[in-house]
């Protein structure tokens, strides 16, 4: 009894074990099922690679909201690419797309391609994340909701089913992209590049001009581990794409993938760094750029993963190096454009996956150009590679077009100017990339006051409010050929808004006109708009250098609104704290006269005499001798006189004026009036070598010569 029980275990256990026997077959497919996922979430961390390399190349005032956009492009590339775009990418169809309905949400789909799923994810999330760059710091948050899901649901699986599935139509007529050049960063490339047309530039990337001006991100420390997280993450990106290695011939593909990538990208950023170095000399001897050599090493990795599977190592180095000269061309095209590119995603990912697409024929040692044993001719070849490039261009083109154009007509593709000027974070989202409170420690204090920032954060807050009350615009065309006419200075005119108190306004314009020595034949035409008045004392009289603190005491009154009395103007006083009034219209119009050392003055008659070509005595008034008639205690008198004087030199018009003052708003012409100088008075002038032309807020047809000084400005 014993034997036979023992002997019916024995068989059951032989039994079970033959039911649950693993094969080689079984063992290999979970090695690729294995290898697929694992390769699926390291190219699945390219997204971190890409956040921080974006992060890095913006503002930071755009830090969170760059994340956050990284962030999303997960998500809404999930939920698209999940609801129907893998089936319209790997379904069976027609030659143009798939339409199985059971891919839809996986209601139909087998467990056994799900790894598949979530490795076509991540390439499609790829994809969709290269737009990003393009557009940083200026799109809209439901704009990018938008493309982002039509990227990811349309625009990509249409062409991943024609190159990738055995039916799709560029497939069948021999378009060969291993891991994507094309239909992966070429295809972003295109999105990024129409998106950032209909964007436009961001504000101050080109001045009035059309000159670029260099916007640099807040910080290369991020920018470059992001860099070296999309190079790791590469490897697995060309490497994975074979999609098994249970078998030896799989094993080799791997293995020359993952080295051609190295190759292509070593080649590519060295000669990245050279070029930079040699042909952009920005600083004496050049520059050693990390940025372009960061972007150059990318784009050669982007170059070889169209042919990484099948090229040589030694073929593949030379590719990279003109891969290198590729990304340069486009980068100095997209700003020739005037098309603004953060992060030069256009000409990493559609200079790299152009030239991959264009060069595989000639560089693959099997089924090449110069394979003699190959049954499909080199024309056909070339020909398929063309054509697969041109229509993966037009596809994604015309797709993105017609979104961005319906965005912008909705007016929710751009965001405002307030928003754009103030930054994504605080006004979007509400969370500062840098908080200045999170920065606030007792260490930092030198009393008891509390927490505070650090000296260096301090001093840069200070110099980033004053540099706030600048901002440069542009010209009306109409107002420019007037001043052309008038002057017959052809040379380009700026217009420079400059608003604050009058020390700040002229430390700032003796700054720019120091600093921009190229128009040196230019004219300074110079608007001034007074923002408040001040009562003056019942007595006005000429005070000498040695009074002038008693007078500006005795001057300090409370405002009031215009009345029968004088008034002085406050546009130009130095002190902060003053809380300037524009006082009311009047009712009636009145002359714009000025009150010259007790003496009124008409201004608007002796403009109209200027314009008129008459010769006007700025300082001789109705009823009073010439100048050169007054005796030498009058003379003794003004040279003792106070006052803020600005001159600015330029070259001398028919009239003699050598600064000119632009009334432009009639709105304000009796807010401000000027005392006219002689050249003689002054020849201590530290701009005499500097001429610029400043045009602030409207060019008009006035101009006159003035005095700002506070005793004799007044109505």
């Given at each position: 009894m014993e034997t036979t029980t023992a002997s019916t275990v024995a068989a059951n256990v032989t039994t079970i074990a033959a039911e649950h026997e693993m094969t080689l077959e079984d063992l290999r497919m979970s090695m690729d099922t294995f290898f697929l996922i694992i390769n699926s979430m390291l190219i699945f961390f390219l997204q971190g690679g890409f956040a921080f390399l974006e992060a890095g190349s913006v503002r930071s005032k755009n830090t969170t909201n760059i994340l956050i956009k990284n962030?999303?492009?997960?998500?809404?590339?999930?939920?698209?690419?999940?609801?129907?775009?893998?089936?319209?990418?790997?379904?069976?169809?027609?030659?143009?797309?798939?339409?199985?309905?059971?891919?839809?949400?996986?209601?139909?789909?087998?467990?056994?391609?799900?790894?598949?799923?979530?490795?076509?994810?991540?390439?499609?999330?790829?994809?969709?994340?290269?737009?990003?760059?393009?557009v940083a710091e200026r799109c809209d948050l439901p704009a990018y909701f938008a493309y982002s899901i039509v990227l990811s649901g349309l625009v990509y699986p249409v062409v991943a089913h024609w190159a990738w599935t055995p039916g799709g139509w560029l497939a069948v007529n021999g378009y060969i992209d291993f891991a994507g050049s094309g239909v992966v960063h070429h295809l972003g490339g295109v999105c990024g590049f129409v998106g950032a047309v209909f964007l436009g530039?961001?504000?101050?990337?080109?001045?009035?001009?059309?000159?670029?001006?260099?916007?640099?991100?807040?910080?290369?420390?991020?920018?470059?581990?992001?860099?070296?997280?999309?190079?790791?993450?590469?490897?697995?990106?060309?490497?994975?794409?074979?999609?098994?290695?249970?078998?030896?011939?799989?094993?080799?593909?791997?293995?020359?993938?993952?080295?051609?990538?190295?190759?292509?990208?070593?080649?590519?950023?060295?000669?990245?760094?050279?070029?930079?170095?040699?042909?952009?000399?920005?600083?004496?001897?050049?520059?050693?750029?990390?940025?372009?050599?960061?972007?150059?090493?990318?784009?050669?990795?982007?170059?070889?993963?169209?042919?990484?599977?099948?090229?040589e190592p030694h073929v593949t180095f030379i590719v990279g190096i003109f891969s290198a000269f590729v990304y340069a061309f486009i980068h100095f095209a997209m700003i020739w454009l005037k098309i603004d590119d953060p992060l030069d995603a256009v000409a990493v990912h559609s200079g790299g996956g152009i030239l991959g697409v264009l060069v595989t024929p000639l560089v693959i040692s099997e089924g090449g150009v110069f394979d003699a044993e190959n049954g499909v001719t080199a024309m056909h070849q070339i020909w398929s590679q063309l054509v697969g490039i041109l229509v993966i261009t037009a596809w994604s083109a015309v797709i993105s077009s017609i979104l961005f154009y319906i965005l912008k007509l909705n007016n929710k593709l751009r965001v405002?100017?307030?928003?754009?000027?103030?930054?994504?974070?605080?006004?979007?989202?509400?969370?500062?990339?840098?908080?200045?409170?999170?920065?606030?420690?007792?260490?930092?204090?030198?009393?008891?006051?509390?927490?505070?920032?650090?000296?260096?954060?301090?001093?840069?807050?200070?110099?980033?409010?004053?540099?706030?009350l600048f901002e440069m615009k542009n010209v009306d065309e109409k107002n420019v050929d007037e001043v052309k006419n008038k002057t017959g200075n052809e040379s380009p005119v700026f217009q420079n808004k400059m608003v604050g108190s009058w020390t700040k306004v002229n430390a700032e314009l003796r700054k720019q006109m120091l600093n921009l020595e190229d128009f040196k034949d230019s004219e300074v035409v110079l608007t001034v708009k007074p923002i408040g008045f001040r009562k003056l004392s019942s007595e006005t009289r000429l005070v000498s250098e040695a009074d002038t603190a008693s007078t500006v005491s005795s001057e300090l009154e409370k405002k009031e609104p215009i009345g029968l009395g004088g008034f002085?103007?406050?546009?130009?006083?130095?002190?902060?704290?003053?809380?300037?009034?524009?006082?009311?219209?009047?009712?009636?119009?009145?002359?714009?006269?000025?009150?010259?050392?007790?003496?009124?003055?008409?201004?608007?008659?002796?403009?109209?005499?200027?314009?008129?070509?008459?010769?006007?005595?700025?300082?001789?008034?109705?009823?009073?001798?010439?100048?050169?008639?007054?005796?030498?205690?009058?003379?003794?008198?003004?040279?003792e006189f106070h006052s803020s004087t600005l001159r600015l030199d330029a070259p001398l018009s028919d009239d003699g004026l050598s600064a000119k003052m632009e009334f432009g708003d009639d709105s304000d012409k009796e807010d401000s009036i000027y005392e006219q100088l002689d050249e003689e008075q002054l020849d201590s002038d530290p701009l005499g070598s500097v001429r610029q032309r400043v045009m602030v807020d409207t060019v008009g047809a006035t101009t006159l010569e003035f005095n700002n000084s506070r005793e004799s400005s007044m109505i």
């Open positions: 962030l999303l492009d997960i998500l809404l590339a999930c939920a698209a690419f999940w609801i129907f775009g893998y089936m319209f990418a790997y379904s069976d169809g027609n030659t143009f797309i798939g339409t199985d309905l059971g891919y839809i949400c996986s209601v139909g789909l087998d467990s056994s391609k799900y790894a598949h799923f979530f490795w076509c994810f991540v390439f499609c999330a790829t994809a969709a994340t290269i737009v990003s760059g393009a530039p961001r504000i101050g990337r080109f001045d009035a001009k059309g000159k670029p001006v260099d916007i640099p991100g807040h910080s290369i420390p991020l920018a470059a581990l992001g860099a070296f997280i999309l190079l790791f993450g590469f490897f697995a990106f060309n490497g994975s794409t074979q999609g098994a290695v249970g078998t030896p011939e799989d094993m080799m593909i791997v293995q020359r993938a993952v080295l051609n990538t190295m190759i292509g990208g070593c080649s590519s950023g060295l000669t990245a760094l050279i070029f930079f170095r040699y042909s952009l000399k920005q600083v004496p001897g050049g520059k050693w750029s990390l940025l372009s050599t960061i972007n150059g090493t990318l784009c050669g990795m982007i170059t070889t993963c169209a042919f990484c599977n099948l090229a405002s100017r307030k928003i754009e000027l103030q930054g994504l974070d605080l006004a979007k989202h509400g969370e500062s990339a840098y908080p200045a409170e999170a920065w606030r420690e007792l260490q930092y204090s030198n009393d008891d006051s509390g927490p505070t920032l650090p000296p260096h954060m301090l001093s840069t807050s200070t110099k980033m409010k004053e540099k706030e002085t103007n406050d546009a130009f006083e130095g002190d902060d704290s003053e809380d300037y009034t524009k006082p009311p219209p009047d009712t009636e119009e009145k002359p714009f006269q000025e009150t010259h050392f007790g003496s009124w003055r008409n201004i608007d008659e002796e403009v109209q005499k200027r314009l008129n070509g008459e010769h006007v005595n700025g300082d001789q008034v109705d009823g009073e001798p010439n100048e050169k008639e007054v005796g030498t205690e009058n003379e003794e008198a003004q040279k």
